[in-house]
């Protein structure tokens, strides 16, 4: 069964400073990974989107690594603020329809003062 | 919100009765999903359409039935709601299948009692 497994579940951290969440994935065939932000009681927003031959994608102060071989992402974000705070899903698609798109549960990240 | 709005944003509803939630883009987007969130689990795939009445079912479409009249609608019907449909649904548009890049709407809100 295709799997998306974040860690950790729940993060906080002070304003200002750096984080890693990590996903494993289960997902084959593979076609992209993606990372979504989303805001308590908003839909989510993508980050970034990458193929499996990408290693790195940046958007601004958040950094995108895969490993296919070892199905692991990881999502950086730089010098965090206030506005960082929302869950973060991965995304895993498999070719094909719709239906091949699995999702994670999301880390909850909070940034404090 | 990329063109993506959805009817009603909250709702409250009685067990037994129906209930039928609107999506409509302004994107001109073929692809147009249904999905649920509820806590512990990752966004799931409801029903989903390629196009102009054309639909198919995702992992959890028993109790929903969808249709799209109109390139910009997409219509989610719960035939008779139940408590365990309880949850955020969200739409989402793509220009192309689920591999490619999806663009999420608000969400409504629907709790049944």
């Known amino acids: 069964k295709n799997q998306v497994e974040q860690s950790p579940q729940s993060l906080i951290i002070l304003e200002g400073k750096n984080c890693t969440l990590q996903?494993?994935?289960?997902?084959?065939?593979?076609?992209?990974l993606r990372w979504y932000k989303q805001d308590t009681g908003r839909g989510p927003v993508s980050l970034t989107i990458?193929?499996?031959?990408?290693n790195t994608k940046s958007n601004g102060r958040y950094t995108a690594t895969l490993d296919a071989d070892t199905k692991q992402s990881s999502l950086h974000i730089t010098a965090s603020q206030l506005s960082d705070s929302a869950s973060y899903i991965c995304?895993?698609?498999?070719?094909?329809?719709?239906?091949?798109?699995?999702f994670g549960t999301g880390t909850r990240l909070q940034v404090t003062l | 919100d990329a063109g993506i709005t959805q009817s009603p944003r909250h709702k409250v509803t009685e067990t037994g009765t129906p209930v039928t939630l609107r999506c409509h883009q302004t994107?001109?987007?073929?692809?147009m999903y249904w999905y649920r969130q509820d806590p512990g689990h990752g966004l799931r795939l409801i029903h989903y359409?390629?196009?102009?009445?054309?639909?198919d079912k995702g992992e959890v479409s028993d109790g929903y039935s969808v249709s799209r009249s109109k390139t910009e609608d997409f219509l989610l019907t719960l035939e008779s709601a139940t408590s365990s449909q309880t949850s955020v649904y969200f739409c989402?548009?793509?220009?192309?299948?689920?591999?490619?890049?999806?663009?999420f709407g608000p969400g409504t809100r629907l709790t049944v009692t």
């Open positions: 989402a548009i793509s220009t192309h299948t689920s591999s490619y890049e999806q663009y």
């Open positions: 996903c494993n994935y289960t997902v084959s065939p593979f076609s992209n």
């Open positions: 990458m193929t499996f031959s990408e």
């Open positions: 995304v895993v698609s498999a070719p094909g329809t719709a239906s091949k798109l699995t």
């Open positions: 994107e001109n987007h073929r692809y």
């Open positions: 359409s390629y196009g102009v009445k054309d639909t």
